[in-house]
């Protein structure tokens, strides 16, 4: 990470020096009611120069794991640096979080189209407002997600294979998993590794559900990054990890075979022996019954908890190979 330091961060054309608490709000566009929708941007710098990390939330609208992480880091003031600065913003994607939708109100995906242009779709223009006013004050970026639908992800921080610099950070936060994944295009890691930020993305639970375990994962980790940084308050005790995070290097998702009830055997993040029961799927009228058995050993990290599924679903994400501790 840049070691530069900011006497004067500026951000949506505004200028906020060293020492101050300020929040300003960043919109671009209005509710069919004419009804402002208002993103605060909450800003904390310390009187010592530093760092400047930018921590963010609700990318998609429902995913509310990331945004009670966020939340919490601001209400129990872990935002208030030692040193540098820490930009929060809970919810980017205001408008899907009104109405529990991943997307944009255009239908896009925000997370695919960055850095997003100037003229194009809704979301395309908040990505190019983001990038263009407010990342760039940023030299580390905390991103933080869930799985889709019904699908609960294990907590984890996904890194590209080949960056070297951001798996160490990851080891740092030391969420249980730590997974091997390409950069997307479109994707805001992606424009952020284009422009040379640092940006850790975690994963862990599911949308439009809210887990204790989930956020005391992502907060502790976040707690662990300032405290390596230099910038955790000293009221706080960098939280000691209970384990290594365990690599996952390749991983399988296992489809269902049948239609039906679907009955989960089996807890998130578990490691599973090769032929190992995970779950059973069953029709409504109590006639049949189907085994789903682990076709491999390895450590589960995506579990779908929808109470039925369709032939071809995902119902589990599995690692191929059972990795050594970080």
Same mark, same amino acid.
């Given at each position: !990470?840049?070691?530069?330091?900011?006497? +004067?961060?500026n /951000?949506?054309?505004e200028?906020?020096?060293?020492?101050?608490?300020?929040t300003?709000?960043?919109?671009?566009?209005?509710l $069919?009611?004419?009804?402002?929708i208002?993103?605060?941007?909450?800003?904390?710098?310390?009187?010592?120069?530093g760092?400047? @990390?930018?921590?963010?939330?609700?990318?998609?609208?429902?995913e509310?794991?990331?945004v009670?992480? %966020?939340? *919490?880091?601001?209400?129990?003031?872990?935002n208030?640096?030692?040193k540098?600065?820490?930009? =929060?913003?809970?919810?980017?994607?205001?408008?899907?979080?009104?109405?529990?939708?991943?997307?944009?109100?255009?239908?896009?995906?925000?997370?695919?189209?960055?850095?997003?242009?100037?003229?194009g779709?809704?979301?395309?223009?908040?990505?190019? *407002?983001?990038?263009?006013?407010?990342l760039?004050a940023?030299?580390? =970026?905390?991103?933080?997600?869930?799985?889709?639908?019904?699908?609960?992800n294990?907590?984890?921080?996904?890194?590209?294979?080949?960056?070297?610099?951001? /798996?160490? $950070?990851?080891?740092?936060?030391?969420?249980?998993?730590?997974?091997?994944?390409?950069?997307?295009?479109?994707?805001?890691?992606?424009?952020?590794?284009?422009?040379?930020?640092? /940006?850790?993305?975690?994963?862990?639970?599911?949308?439009?559900?809210?887990?204790?375990?989930?956020?005391?994962?992502?907060?502790?980790?976040? !707690?662990? +990054?300032?405290?390596?940084?230099? !910038?955790?308050?000293? *009221?706080?005790?960098?939280?000691?990890?209970?384990?290594?995070? @365990?690599?996952?290097?390749n991983?399988q998702?296992?489809?269902?075979? $049948?239609?039906?009830?679907?009955?989960?055997k089996?807890?998130?993040?578990?490691?599973?022996?090769?032929?190992e029961?995970?779950?059973? @799927?069953?029709?409504?009228?109590?006639?049949?019954?189907?085994?789903?058995?682990?076709?491999?050993?390895? $450590?589960?990290?995506?579990v779908?908890e929808?109470?039925?599924?369709?032939?071809g679903?995902?119902?589990?994400?599995?690692?191929?190979?059972?990795?050594?501790? %970080?």
């Amino acid at each position: !990470m840049s070691t530069k330091k900011k006497n +004067i961060l500026n /951000i949506l054309g505004e200028e906020i020096p060293l020492g101050t608490s300020k929040t300003i709000n960043f919109n671009i566009a209005k509710l $069919y009611t004419s009804t402002k929708i208002e993103i605060p941007v909450i800003i904390e710098r310390s009187k010592k120069p530093g760092p400047t @990390i930018l921590i963010t939330a609700g990318v998609h609208g429902d995913e509310i794991n990331g945004v009670e992480i %966020v939340r *919490q880091i601001i209400a129990k003031k872990i935002n208030k640096p030692a040193k540098g600065s820490i930009i =929060c913003i809970p919810v980017l994607n205001v408008f899907g979080f009104l109405s529990m939708d991943r997307a944009f109100p255009d239908g896009r995906d925000l997370n695919r189209v960055f850095p997003g242009t100037k003229n194009g779709s809704l979301a395309s223009r908040f990505a190019y *407002q983001f990038v263009n006013e407010i990342l760039p004050a940023a030299e580390f =970026c905390l991103d933080f997600h869930t799985g889709g639908a019904s699908r609960f992800n294990a907590p984890h921080i996904r890194v590209a294979p080949n960056d070297e610099k951001l /798996i160490e $950070y990851a080891k740092v936060f030391n969420a249980p998993f730590i997974l091997y994944s390409k950069n997307l295009d479109g994707s805001y890691r992606s424009t952020c590794a284009k422009r040379n930020i640092d /940006i850790l993305l975690f994963e862990g639970g599911k949308s439009q559900s809210s887990s204790k375990e989930i956020a005391r994962e992502g907060v502790e980790g976040t !707690m662990r +990054i300032l405290s390596h940084l230099g !910038m955790l308050n000293k *009221q706080f005790e960098p939280p000691i990890p209970h384990a290594d995070s @365990i690599i996952i290097r390749n991983s399988q998702w296992l489809r269902a075979k $049948y239609s039906g009830l679907l009955h989960v055997k089996i807890p998130i993040s578990k490691h599973v022996e090769k032929g190992e029961v995970l779950a059973t @799927i069953t029709d409504p009228y109590g006639s049949k019954r189907h085994v789903v058995k682990s076709p491999v050993e390895g $450590y589960v990290i995506n579990v779908n908890e929808s109470p039925i599924v369709y032939k071809g679903d995902a119902i589990f994400r599995i690692s191929k190979e059972l990795d050594e501790n %970080v």
